[in-house]
């Protein structure tokens, strides 16, 4: 499903993700649309519910900020999401957004475009940390992310790792501190859908 070009309506969204109906097809490109901190929220709701079988989520374009993307991360590390490929591109990310925990966490993403956002060297540095315990990841674009060539070759590298050795792992749990508020988020959420 293509939403692009236009803004997303918060009632849209709200009734889409309660119903499913956005996120029951495979695909959900939402390009360009307005989507905002608070869409990029609601579809974390819709994909935590079983019925979801989106296994790729294009937001590239959306001003989801560090507030949606962390809600993103969080997700994808404490939920059983089945999200295969993930495109945040130009979403306006600019530090720490709970990318490492979700490395770390998550064995479906196999595809993450984080590629201009000015996450910083920090960033990335934690990148390279958590990607050793993800054996998921194959393809991981950092491209325009205000990282270093040799941070970004770092990355490159266990992922190349990743591409030869294709095992994957238990999902760890140890999220106590990150599921917190998050828990806390999606309760306030859950009350627009009763």
């Given at each position: 499903?293509?939403?692009?070009?236009?803004?997303?309506?918060?009632?849209?969204?709200?009734?889409?993700?309660?119903?499913?109906?956005?996120?029951?097809?495979?695909?959900?490109?939402?390009?360009?649309?307005?989507?905002?901190s608070?869409?990029?929220?609601?579809?974390?709701?819709?994909?935590?519910?079983?019925?979801?079988?989106?296994?790729?989520?294009?937001?590239r374009?959306?001003?989801?900020?560090?507030?949606?993307?962390?809600?993103?991360?969080?997700?994808?590390?404490?939920?059983?999401?089945?999200?295969?490929?993930?495109?945040?591109?130009?979403c306006?990310?600019?530090?720490?957004?709970?990318?490492?925990e979700?490395?770390?966490?998550?064995?479906?993403?196999?595809?993450?475009?984080?590629?201009?956002?000015?996450?910083?060297?920090?960033?990335?540095?934690?990148?390279?940390?958590?990607?050793?315990?993800?054996?998921?990841?194959?393809?991981?674009?950092?491209?325009?992310?205000?990282?270093?060539?040799?941070t970004?070759?770092?990355?490159?590298?266990?992922?190349?790792?990743?591409?030869q050795?294709?095992?994957?792992?238990?999902?760890?749990?140890?999220?106590?501190?990150?599921?917190?508020?998050?828990?806390?988020?999606?309760e306030?959420?859950?009350?627009?859908?009763?």
């Amino acid at each position: 499903m293509r939403t692009s070009s236009k803004t997303i309506d918060k009632r849209f969204i709200l009734r889409s993700t309660k119903d499913c109906k956005l996120l029951s097809a495979p695909v959900l490109n939402t390009l360009h649309s307005s989507l905002g901190s608070f869409g990029a929220k609601t579809l974390c709701y819709g994909l935590s519910q079983p019925s979801c079988k989106l296994n790729l989520l294009d937001i590239r374009l959306n001003k989801i900020s560090n507030e949606g993307a962390n809600f993103i991360m969080q997700t994808l590390a404490i939920k059983d999401v089945i999200l295969e490929t993930l495109i945040i591109s130009s979403c306006g990310i600019t530090k720490n957004f709970g990318l490492q925990e979700m490395i770390k966490s998550n064995t479906s993403i196999q595809m993450l475009d984080i590629s201009n956002n000015s996450i910083g060297e920090e960033s990335g540095i934690l990148i390279i940390e958590s990607l050793n315990f993800n054996k998921s990841i194959q393809y991981m674009d950092t491209r325009m992310c205000k990282i270093s060539s040799e941070t970004e070759l770092g990355i490159q590298e266990k992922i190349k790792k990743n591409k030869q050795s294709k095992m994957s792992y238990p999902k760890t749990k140890n999220c106590k501190n990150f599921k917190k508020t998050y828990d806390e988020e999606f309760e306030s959420l859950e009350k627009h859908f009763m």
